[in-house]
């Protein structure tokens, strides 16, 4: 179904970066490159060859495009916040590359100074597959929390969709192994779509994805970077932002969405983290010469 191929060789790069006194850092657990048209059904290979500012680090010379899974945490000092947590362990999926997957994400995360049990927050920015994975891990048979010490923060529009339309046919029982057994410990805050999650830490609407898709905004001694969830998933829709993920809930507002969003960050100094974009994964919005859209600048991230 995926007819992605792994690449191995970017899996174990960490990345961090400082935006005033907070530190984000990514967990990388799955890079694939391959069949643009399961994501980006438009993104033909010779389309995106045209395209050069993104070869080597978004797409390779054949015009296949690299796409990243990973979760980012958000150290402010006092609060440990992981924003998106992947596919997982064990899960029974009906994406043949990702069913029973077997990583080694938690102790990634461990060596790279974030225990489990040190995370305070859990906040997906949206509830498909391949942001709740680590939601939960297999137990005795069980699905338990991972996060035992966190807190789990949905938008409460999010959920309600989800919770009233369940659908295990496509992906399979996402919400039974990844999301309900965390309802269910008391464990989840749903929370408003421009929540304050702490100083410096907020979420901002960019439905279109999923009805209750958020982003998150992180500012810190007059810096400012945006992590995407997914309303972009991947560079080449800053250039092409017409080309919309088959994965979409509402192609439409989503189109809306990235429209606003980039105009609204474009030539400044916000960095935007992608949340499936390869190394190096953040840049900056510039705009792109001779055309009306843009492109990622990361060579100055």
């Known amino acids: ?64 495009l690299i796409f990243s899974v990973h979760a980012l945490i958000i150290d402010t ?9 992947c596919i997982g362990n064990d899960k029974q999926l009906a994406v043949p590359d990702w069913d029973k997957m077997q990583t ?29 994975g680590w939601n939960t891990m297999l137990v005795n048979d069980e699905w338990v929390p991972t996060f035992t010490e966190a807190r789990y923060l949905f938008a409460k529009e999010e959920w309600e969709h989800w919770d009233a339309n369940e659908d295990e046919i496509e992906i399979g029982p996402v919400l039974q192994q990844s999301i309900r057994p965390i309802v269910e410990a008391n464990l989840v805050e749903l929370v408003d779509c421009e929540h304050q999650v702490c100083e410096g830490v907020k979420l901002i609407p960019t439905p279109g994805h999923t009805p209750g898709h958020v982003s998150v905004h992180i500012s810190s001694e007059g810096k400012e970077a945006v992590i995407t969830g997914d309303f972009v998933h991947h560079p080449v829709q800053f250039s092409r932002p017409h080309w919309c993920s088959s994965a979409d809930s509402d192609q439409e507002k989503g189109l809306q969405t990235r429209n606003k969003i980039f105009s609204m960050y474009v030539d400044s100094d916000v960095l935007i983290i992608g949340t499936h974009f390869s190394t190096p994964t953040a840049g900056y919005i510039r705009r792109l010469a001779g055309e009306d859209n843009y492109w990622l600048d990361s060579k100055s991230s």
Request: contains cysteine; hydrophobic residues 40%; aromatic residues 8%.
């Open 1 to 64: 179904m995926m007819a992605f191929k792994e690449c191995n060789t970017e899996r174990d790069i960490s990345l961090q970066w400082q935006i005033g006194e907070i530190k984000i850092t990514r967990i990388v657990e799955l890079v694939v490159w391959g069949n643009n048209a399961f994501v980006l059904p438009d993104a033909e290979n010779e389309l995106c060859k045209t395209l050069d500012w993104m070869n080597p680090h978004f797409m390779n010379d054949d015009g296949d």
């Open 104 to 132: 080694t994400f938690l102790s990634d995360l461990e060596q790279a100074g974030y225990a489990k049990d040190s995370i305070d927050t859990v906040l997906c920015t949206h509830l498909h597959v391949d942001h709740v």
């Open 77 to 85: 000092g006092e609060r440990r916040i992981i924003v998106d947590t």
